[in-house]
């Protein structure tokens, strides 16, 4: 296995921890939310996030 720079590790982590933290903020926060945002997403249920 080649030696890579630590620069590159830290990078990959933090971008593979933010994504992996937004993914779950936006999930659970989805998931509280589920009963108010029912009437909005009847027809359409694909990427309704309210920012």
Not at 9 to 27: A, G, K, R, S
């Amino acid at each position: 296995m080649p030696q890579m720079s630590p620069m590159w590790w830290e990078i990959l982590f933090f971008m593979f921890l933010m994504t992996y933290i937004m993914v779950n903020t936006i999930m659970y926060w989805n998931k509280n939310n589920e009963m108010k945002n029912m009437k909005y997403n009847s027809t359409t249920n694909n990427m309704n996030w309210k920012w």
